[in-house]
């Protein structure tokens, strides 16, 4: 004889178990998200989260956001980018480290992100976007979400697209970058972007 699972038991079941797959992300050290590739793990919990369409499965998502998620050199297509986006735009606390290095096939995809991040309620304290393709320096707005250290080395188009690999900030785009810095108050942010210079708001750099 078979058993008939009462769907609304079938769904307590699956969301009890998705919440415990998402716990154990955030202690994850930074070695330990290489491990059995649990940064592609991460994603799919995402969309097999969205998958359920549950609104109460999704605010877990966004609660048991890791304190470290390190993404990098893992390319996501665009409806994964949207999933990471719906979850970081309703981030309220601090997110300790984000690694989202070479992870957006398109300048469309970054921008995304960094709309995300600008619209968070929290911040981040460490972010690495390098080795995504910018099309324009992002807008102040989005500095302002990052305390203590962003890293954007190779994150800019070469005019001579056959290179096949973006560049570092050149003299204009740091000089716009450190004109953004100098607008903040009593920030400690320092901006990696690239061959070996670093902008930062507490001592103002001398690019000229």
């Known amino acids: 004889m078979v058993q008939h699972v009462d769907p609304a038991e079938k769904r307590i079941i699956l969301t009890e178990a998705f919440e415990l797959q998402l716990a ?7 070695d330990e ?6 940064r ?4 799919l919990r995402l969309f097999e989260i969205s998958e359920c369409a549950d609104e109460r499965l999704t605010q877990k998502a966004v609660e048991l956001f890791p304190h470290e998620l390190h993404l990098w050199q893992s390319p996501s297509n665009s409806f994964h980018t949207t999933l990471l986006c719906e979850v ?5 606390k601090v997110i300790k480290r984000l690694d989202l290095e070479a992870c957006f096939s398109t300048p469309g995809d970054i921008k995304k992100i960094i709309s995300a991040i600008t619209e968070m309620p929290g911040k981040v304290q460490i972010l690495d976007i390098s080795r995504n393709t910018l099309q324009t320096i992002p807008p102040s707005s989005f500095f302002m979400k990052i305390d203590q250290y962003l890293r954007m080395f190779h994150c800019f188009p070469h005019e001579d697209k056959r290179t ?4 570092n900030a050149n003299d204009t785009e740091r000089h716009e970058i450190q004109n953004i810095l100098d607008q903040f ?5 320092e901006v990696d972007v690239g061959g070996d ?9 001398d690019l000229t």
């Open 24 to 30: 154990r992300f955030s202690p994850l050290t930074y």
């Open 33 to 38: 998200w290489n491990k059995d590739d649990k």
């Open 40 to 43: 592609r793990k991460y994603i």
């Open 88 to 92: 970081l735009r309703k981030q309220d």
């Open 164 to 167: 096949g690999r973006n560049r």
């Open 185 to 189: 108050d009593n920030s400690h942010l």
């Open 197 to 205: 210079v670093r902008l930062s708001s507490r001592n103002k750099s």
